[in-house]
């Protein structure tokens, strides 16, 4: 598996991006990043193919003209919506007990894992390995090369809705892409934003999207569960834009120029203007005004992620609090966690040139991700690119598809009495109630 060019597709509420990285010596260099304003996506759901295959493409495109290189295959990230994990065990006699246990062993024993019946309405996401047993020994993390009659695999399946998976399927082939693999997204930014040691010890990966909020809790080394929250920084935009009376385009703008997490922190000297919505009145706002919004709406998805949390049954997570996702670009989302959770919290960014931001966890991690769990269960990675030259064009493929259900977006406000009520206050009540 040497110098292998793989690309990630995380089709998110604002945004899809697409990350290009090259494998050299078990290494990964990101060597190109495409972004597209996303269409026909809500709350992390496909509720429009139509537009989502243009976002696709658009973003595809943007990707292939940086590398200019033809993009034909892609691994998808699906959210942790609506998935359930489930604990799997699979066992295999080795053929030949004087020959070592190969790649194949290790496919049967996965395959002989993967039997397991599901609802109707779930399909087969992924599968993750927890250790090998061979002949009894446990522990093991690769069988490949040793002798033995038995091997046995203990692992996690991760299953999701039908629907999600088939509308999510439809898109990326209808945007003319072959499916590489999936993977999950909270396991993928897992795996780059989290040590071994917080994994193991406990701790929050929580993944703050533009419609959604993903918390994911790991532990003993292990994800035990993901929720999905559907509040996110297009709502914080949302109520720039109420509380403002301006266009939700203006709202982001503003919240993007002058918004600050953290009331206390905000400053009041930073001035600007904002044109009121349908009229030519201009009203003069400062950082505070705007804070006072942002904050109410930042705390309440912290303690809404504080009552997922408790709903594990966890009171303490030793490995605290790791932030990350497009909203936690705004200065001062940090510092209100902290003093929200009182714990250790951090932002976690990719540390590679070009996506260190943290809207790229999930797209950086899918790519590591699927190289390590492709090269642990021996499934081999085709190259994700061609050169241009090779390559016809691609159009989108035109088949109309029913569309599913268009989903209600909630918008719940709060009065100005909640946003100023204590947060600690309020946190301590979810977690000791
Ligand atoms: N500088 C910034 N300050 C505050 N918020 C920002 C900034 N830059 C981007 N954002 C917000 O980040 C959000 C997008 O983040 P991200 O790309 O992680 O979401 P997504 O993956 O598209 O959505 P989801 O994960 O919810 O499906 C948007 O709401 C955007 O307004
Ligand atoms: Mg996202």
Redesign the pocket.
Known sequence: MANEVLVSL?I????I?VVIGEITEDRLNIIGVGTAK?KG?KK?GIVDIDKAVQSIRAAIESAERMIDMQIHSVIIGY?GNQVELLPCQGIVAVPNDDKEINDEDVLRVIDNAKVISYPPDREFLDLVIKQFIVDGLAGINDPRGMIGVRLEMEGTIMTSSRTMIHNTTKCVERANLDIQDQVLQPLAAGSIALSEDEKELGVALI?I????T?VSIFDDGQLKGTRVIPI???N??KDISYGLKTSFEEA?QI??KH?YGYFPDANEEEQFEVKAIGTEDISTFNQKDLSDIIEARLEEVFVLVAKEISKYGYRDLPGGFVLT???M??PGALELARDLYQGNVRVAVPDYIGVRE??YT?GVGILKFAYDNAKIQGKPLRDAVSDQAQYEERPVKKDKLKQPKQQKSTKPKKSKDENKESGVAKLFKVFFD
Do not use: A, F, R, V
């Open positions: 995380d998110g509420t604002s945004q991006k996303s996506i992390g959210n993944d999207g533009g419609g959604t993903t996110g920084g297009e914080i935009t982001e919240k993007i918004g996702g497009g909203t670009l705004m943290p809207q999930p």
